[in-house]
Nanobody, 121 residues
Framework: QVQLVESGGGLVQPGGSLRLSCAAS????????MNWYRQAPGKQREVVAS???????SYADSVKGRFTISRDNAKNTVSLQMNSLKSEDTAVYYC???????????????WGQGTQVTVST
C-alpha cells in the first residue's frame, strides 16, 4: 500500500502565493505520473497539473503561467507552486499518483486526503 500526505493549503489574498506538497510513503513501489487535481464547490474534479517520471509537465489552461508542478523522485514528493492566485482558484486540491506495485507490477491510482485553498480578501 501507498499513503499520500498533503500539506500547504490555507487562506491567501488574491495575487498571493501558496505552495502545496504531497509525500508518498510505503514499500515496494515506483511512481509514474504525479498529478494535482482540484474540486470547487458544485463543480467536477479537474486536473490542474501533471508531471511524468521523466519530468515532462502539463497544465490546465486556467493555470498556465501561474502554477508550477515539480517532483523529487528521491523523496517521492510532488509540489505545486501557485502564484498570482485568483478567487476562482479556491477549491480543495488533491494529490494523485500513479504507482506500480512490485507485488504484481500492476498500476494503481492513489489519492491524497485533500487540502483546502481559499483565495479571498
Amino acid at each position: 500500500q501507498v499513503q499520500l500526505v498533503e500539506s500547504g493549503g490555507g487562506l491567501v489574498q488574491p495575487g498571493g502565493s501558496l505552495r502545496l506538497s504531497c509525500a508518498a510513503s510505503g514499500r515496494d513501489f515506483s511512481i509514474n505520473t504525479m498529478n494535482w487535481y482540484r474540486q470547487a464547490p458544485g463543480k467536477q474534479r479537474e486536473v490542474v497539473a501533471s508531471i511524468t517520471s521523466s519530468g515532462s509537465t502539463s497544465y490546465a489552461d486556467s493555470v498556465k503561467g501561474r502554477f508550477t508542478i515539480s517532483r523529487d523522485n528521491a523523496k517521492n514528493t510532488v509540489s505545486l507552486q501557485m502564484n498570482s492566485l485568483k478567487s476562482e482558484d479556491t477549491a480543495v486540491y488533491y494529490c494523485n499518483v500513479g504507482v506500480r506495485l512490485f507485488r504484481d507490477f500492476g498500476i494503481y491510482q492513489y489519492w491524497g486526503q485533500g487540502t483546502q485553498v481559499t483565495v479571498s480578501t
